[in-house]
């Protein structure tokens, strides 16, 4: 039987709440932090990332796993040495 909204928060909460106040600390590191050689790629898809969490549209899961996704190449075997 599906759990309701209330039954996810409720056992959600303390776990998820601690993942947010981690993103929070990486935030405040980065902006401390010097800013000589950032991987500016990689910045971006972070705010990009919790951009998605913050909107209106379902699927966030999803979303988030294809914006950190490679495109998918058929010659990906000879580019790894595989």
Known sequence: MPRTAREVLDQEFLQIRAKILEIGAFYDRMS???????NQD???LLR???AILDDDE???????????S???ESDWREKFSL
């Open 32 to 38: 401390e932090a010097e800013a000589s050689e950032v």
């Open 42 to 44: 990689h910045l971006d």
């Open 48 to 50: 990009k990332g919790c």
């Open 58 to 68: 379902p699927n966030k899961a999803e979303r988030i796993q294809l914006l950190f």
């Open 70 to 72: 490679r495109d998918y």
